[in-house]
């Protein structure tokens, strides 16, 4: 009973928030209960208060694992920020500030302590544990235990030992965002859970907006996307490191705060470049799939994939950095033919299965080639975006989200039986010896020195179609192709081949029928989500007036932020700013009530963002 009402008031206090969110408070009696707990909850759904506020309550330690130095950076300078004390032990400390952390830990001045998991079974923080009251260890981004994940760390196996060395078995608790049946099942084997309670909340993140793209001109439509997000944070996610330098170099030309981070690059680089980001001093990151583990920066609001990534696992982990402070933000893909090449070659070239014997090693890559199938299908599909997503996961979305291009596009059911019967037809005629270009240039009569060449333009169906457009042929083509009536083969030259299902095409017995955009596509595309539309995302609520209120309170956050030595989102979210317009406190009491300020914040800076609202008007 009495937790009850502690629980409510550390939120409040000093986190500044009313109320818990899903899953929040189920986990956190849990692990009050004493219980082992397991929390799977979606990117920046709230994990990380989860085991914080347990830790305040508890008498004792919290030990936190975490698997990045950034991280523990982060969470501990947000914790320090609210005015809790907390530190991590990590190797970016000297040998002094290690001793000098465990010394003050010892002293009992810290509840919560994150430590990098290579430290868990050194003497020096063995002998620190042994002789502590550790009242829980926290696993964070649990699923670095499994070798499933992509990210497997093999120091996360060293938590286990760990737990047993110590003289009494403290409360265990495991969070991750990893949508996998296995990983989850690992980290409750390895981990060695008992009897965890399990609370996990479904996958969708509905502040998100998804979009794919097949733009001409990738960096022209990148320009254009760029042009009406000025201002704001995001990522661009290039598949090499090459494209990165490539479309880095020609933002920065063009006047846009632009950095870039991927695995070629010196630590020392990485290090400023990602620092930039995090500071908001180069807003835009471009990168490669290198970046973004560790990443908790809460005003991303827009993730762009300059290339199909490998995986719908990569896809969601990649895209989902965007938005977790809750506020709408857009994940786009544009998505090229290429990018199915390349990743084909990335496939049948991967050096990581090098140790597995062949069977098994043509397994892995057999599973990797149908991955890329359903990620392309995801580009293709007319349907729901987010409900093909929770699917691909094994869940149950709607089947209309409202808030992803397919819900925004009007489309109507057109009957393309014809297409695909000359589509099928031309296959066969031409022994499915071409890929889907040549196909389609055949059946629109495309006179090029490659259809004479391979003399396609004696095929029966040679311009059959030519009254067709080309995307349109394109797209029944990837309706075929989704639909299992043809399919591709796994090289480079990505053949079509006509499946068992296509024989009642080409017999003519089966009708085919799509949904196709409508004429007026184009100008359905442009259009934003409600709630974005009026601004930028994120602000999109707020009127011309508070809009302004917002940039100032903006450009006083990050004033303190650099006082602070602390990226501008941990002073305050996006979120509580825009709270702020709205509410437009005027005292302290008014201040408080804002979502995200608690009592120690307000202490440290209120004062000075009640004196920005309160002027507003005045300067
Ligand atoms: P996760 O670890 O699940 O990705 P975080 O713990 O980093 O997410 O939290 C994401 C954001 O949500 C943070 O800015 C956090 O302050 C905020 N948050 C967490 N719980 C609440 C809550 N109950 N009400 C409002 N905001 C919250
Ligand atoms: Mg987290």
Same mark, same amino acid.
């Given at each position: 009973?009495?937790?009850?009402?502690?629980?409510?008031?550390?939120?409040?206090?000093?986190?500044?928030?009313?109320?818990?969110?899903?899953?929040?408070?189920?986990?956190?009696?849990?692990?009050?209960?004493?219980?082992?707990?397991? @929390?799977?909850?979606?990117?920046?759904?709230?994990?990380?208060?989860?085991?914080? /506020?347990?830790?305040?309550?508890?008498?004792?330690?919290?030990?936190?694992?975490?698997?990045?130095?950034?991280?523990?950076?982060?969470?501990?300078?947000?914790?320090?920020?609210?005015?809790?004390?907390?530190?991590?032990?990590?190797?970016?400390?000297?040998?002094?500030?290690?001793?000098?952390?465990?010394?003050?830990?010892?002293?009992?001045?810290?509840?919560?302590?994150?430590?990098?998991?290579?430290?868990?079974?050194?003497?020096?923080?063995?002998?620190?544990?042994?002789?502590?009251?550790?009242?829980?260890?926290?696993?964070?981004?649990?699923?670095?235990?499994?070798?499933?994940?992509?990210?497997?760390?093999?120091?996360?196996?060293? /938590?286990?030992?760990?737990?047993?060395?110590?003289?009494?078995?403290?409360?265990?608790?495991?969070?991750?965002?990893?949508?996998?049946?296995?990983?989850?099942?690992?980290? +409750?084997?390895?981990?060695?859970?008992?009897?965890?309670?399990?609370?996990?909340?479904?996958?969708?993140?509905?502040?998100?907006?998804?979009?794919?793209?097949?733009?001409?001109?990738?960096?022209?439509?990148?320009?254009?996307?760029?042009?009406?997000?000025?201002?704001?944070?995001?990522?661009?996610?290039?598949?090499?490191?090459?494209?990165?330098?490539?479309?880095?170099?020609?933002?920065?030309?063009?006047? /846009?705060?632009?950095?870039?981070?991927?695995?070629?690059?010196?630590?020392?680089?990485?290090?400023?470049?990602?620092?930039?980001?995090?500071?908001?001093?180069?807003? +835009?990151?471009?990168?490669?799939?290198?970046?973004?583990?560790?990443?908790?920066?809460?005003?991303?609001?827009?993730?762009?994939?300059?290339?199909?990534?490998?995986?719908?696992?990569?896809?969601?982990?990649?895209?989902?950095?965007?938005?977790?402070?809750?506020?709408?933000?857009?994940?786009?893909?544009?998505?090229?033919?290429?990018?199915?090449?390349?990743?084909?070659?990335?496939?049948?070239?991967?050096?990581?299965?090098?140790?597995?014997?062949?069977?098994?090693?043509?397994?892995?890559?057999?599973?990797?080639?149908?991955?890329?199938?359903?990620?392309?299908?995801?580009?293709?599909?007319?349907?729901?975006?987010?409900?093909?997503?929770?699917?691909?996961?094994?869940?149950?979305?709607?089947?209309?989200? @409202?808030?992803?291009?397919?819900?925004?596009?009007?489309?109507?059911?057109?009957?393309?039986?014809?297409?695909?019967?000359?589509?099928?037809?031309?296959?066969?005629?031409? @022994?499915?010896?071409?890929?889907?270009?040549?196909?389609?240039?055949?059946?629109?009569?495309?006179?090029?020195?490659? /259809?004479?060449?391979?003399? !396609?333009?004696?095929?029966?169906?040679?311009?059959?179609?030519?009254?067709?457009?080309?995307? %349109?042929?394109?797209?029944?083509?990837?309706?075929?192709?989704?639909?299992?009536?043809?399919?591709?083969?796994?090289?480079?030259?990505?053949?079509? %081949?006509?499946?068992?299902?296509?024989?009642?095409?080409?017999?003519?017995?089966?009708?085919?029928?799509?949904?196709?955009?409508?004429?007026?596509?184009?100008?359905?595309?442009?259009?934003?989500?409600?709630?974005?539309?009026?601004?930028?995302?994120?602000?999109?609520?707020?009127?011309?007036?508070?809009?302004?209120?917002?940039?100032?309170?903006?450009?006083?956050?990050?004033?303190?932020?650099?006082?602070?030595?602390?990226?501008?989102?941990? +002073?305050?979210?996006?979120?509580?700013?825009?709270? !702020?317009?709205?509410?437009?406190?005027?005292?302290?009491?008014?201040?408080?009530?804002?979502?995200?300020?608690?009592?120690?914040?307000?202490? %440290?800076? @209120?004062?000075?963002?009640?004196?920005?609202?309160?002027?507003?008007?005045?300067?």
């Amino acid at each position: 009973m009495e937790n009850t009402w502690k629980k409510r008031q550390i939120l409040k206090q000093y986190f500044g928030y009313d109320d818990f969110r899903e899953g929040q408070e189920v986990l956190i009696d849990s692990i009050l209960n004493g219980r082992d707990t397991f @929390g799977i909850m979606p990117t920046g759904a709230g994990k990380s208060l989860c085991f914080q /506020i347990p830790a305040l309550i508890f008498d004792g330690i919290t030990i936190v694992i975490s698997p990045l130095i950034s991280l523990m950076k982060d969470q501990v300078g947000a914790l320090n920020q609210a005015g809790i004390h907390a530190a991590y032990l990590n190797s970016s400390l000297s040998t002094n500030q290690y001793f000098k952390a465990l010394q003050f830990a010892r002293e009992g001045r810290y509840p919560i302590i994150y430590v990098a998991p290579e430290r868990l079974l050194t003497d020096s923080f063995l002998d620190f544990a042994c002789h502590a009251k550790i009242a829980m260890v926290a696993v964070d981004e649990a699923h670095c235990v499994s070798q499933w994940g992509q990210d497997f760390r093999p120091s996360y196996l060293k /938590i286990m030992e760990f737990i047993e060395r110590l003289p009494y078995r403290p409360v265990v608790s495991a969070f991750t965002a990893s949508a996998t049946k296995e990983v989850r099942e690992d980290i +409750v084997d390895i981990l060695m859970l008992q009897d965890p309670t399990v609370m996990s909340t479904g996958f969708d993140r509905p502040n998100l907006y998804f979009e794919v793209q097949a733009p001409k001109n990738k960096y022209k439509a990148l320009l254009d996307y760029l042009g009406k997000h000025t201002g704001e944070s995001g990522i661009i996610y290039c598949l090499t490191r090459k494209q990165v330098e490539e479309v880095c170099g020609s933002l920065i030309k063009e006047g /846009i705060p632009a950095t870039r981070y991927h695995a070629g690059l010196s630590d020392g680089e990485r290090k400023n470049n990602q620092d930039d980001f995090i500071y908001d001093r180069a807003p +835009v990151m471009v990168a490669t799939n290198a970046f973004g583990m560790g990443i908790d920066k809460s005003n991303v609001r827009y993730v762009v994939h300059y290339n199909m990534p490998k995986n719908m696992e990569s896809y969601y982990q990649e895209a989902g950095r965007a938005g977790r402070d809750g506020e709408p933000a857009e994940c786009i893909l544009y998505y090229g033919g290429q990018d199915v090449v390349m990743n084909q070659f990335f496939i049948e070239n991967n050096q990581d299965n090098e140790e597995l014997d062949d069977i098994t090693r043509q397994l892995v890559r057999e599973r990797d080639h149908e991955r890329l199938r359903k990620m392309t299908f995801y580009c293709f599909t007319n349907e729901c975006l987010r409900d093909y997503m929770l699917r691909y996961f094994g869940e149950y979305g709607g089947n209309y989200c @409202g808030n992803c291009s397919n819900c925004m596009t009007q489309f109507e059911e057109a009957d393309v039986t014809d297409i695909a019967a000359a589509l099928t037809g031309c296959v066969r005629e031409a @022994g499915q010896r071409y890929g889907t270009n040549v196909l389609i240039d055949t059946v629109h009569g495309a006179n090029t020195a490659k /259809i004479r060449q391979y003399r !396609m333009d004696r095929n029966s169906y040679y311009g059959s179609l030519s009254k067709v457009p080309v995307y %349109k042929l394109r797209q029944v083509m990837n309706h075929l192709l989704v639909e299992g009536y043809i399919r591709l083969t796994n090289d480079e030259y990505m053949l079509v %081949k006509l499946t068992e299902k296509a024989r009642g095409i080409l017999k003519g017995e089966t009708v085919l029928v799509m949904k196709m955009a409508k004429e007026q596509e184009k100008k359905s595309k442009e259009k934003k989500p409600e709630k974005t539309k009026k601004g930028a995302a994120g602000t999109g609520d707020l009127k011309e007036e508070e809009l302004q209120l917002f940039e100032k309170l903006r450009m006083l956050r990050t004033e303190i932020a650099r006082e602070e030595k602390v990226p501008p989102y941990i +002073v305050f979210s996006d979120k509580t700013l825009i709270h !702020m317009c709205i509410l437009k406190p005027k005292t302290k009491a008014e201040m408080l009530k804002v979502s995200g300020v608690g009592e120690f914040k307000y202490e %440290k800076y @209120g004062e000075r963002f009640l004196e920005v609202i309160v002027h507003r008007s005045a300067q």
